[in-house]
């Protein structure tokens, strides 16, 4: 018996364990790994494994407190339907293919709706013509603030600048 069947199935957002095997060649994002434990039992574990970087299949998380030993199977989950744009590449039988592309177009309708054709999106990056950097975000982010009397820190990341600055851009333009 396997343990930690539970815990990972929540932890990958799985209904089941993958049946895939892996190759030991092609890269992927999220595995499932079965690895002998210490005290001779077995648990599954999160795997990754990027063929330019690895040697040999990474575990990311275990979930339990026993260390283990070894790596006895790798499960690989697949990436459903992303990055597929064009259904007849892969390999399906014909009525498999008619469902993948009602999905893909489900999926689409999804992505689109509540969109706004209205809304025009700045092409800036930072979203305001005049700033150009991350350390000119800031400080505009911090006389906003000021301004606004608004209480917090300031972003560091430029991910996170960039999502502040949207956040205000948004509000401006409600306002106007």
Known sequence: MIVYEKEILEYLGLPSIPKKIHDGVTSFERGVAVVN???????YAVATFNAEKDDS??????FGLEPFVS???????PNYMTQVEDIDTLDLDEESKKRAQQ???????IVNE???DGVVMPEHEYYFDFIN????????IEAHNKKNKIRGRIPMTHEGLLMRLSVIYSDTNKQV
């Open 103 to 109: 999905i893909l177009n489900e999926v689409n309708d």
């Open 57 to 62: 299949v990474r575990i990311k998380k275990t």
């Open 37 to 43: 434990l210490y005290s001779g039992k077995q648990a």
């Open 71 to 77: 790596i006895s199977q790798v499960y690989v989950v």
């Open 133 to 140: 950097n991350d350390s000119e975000a800031r400080a505009f």
């Open 114 to 116: 509540g969109v706004d």
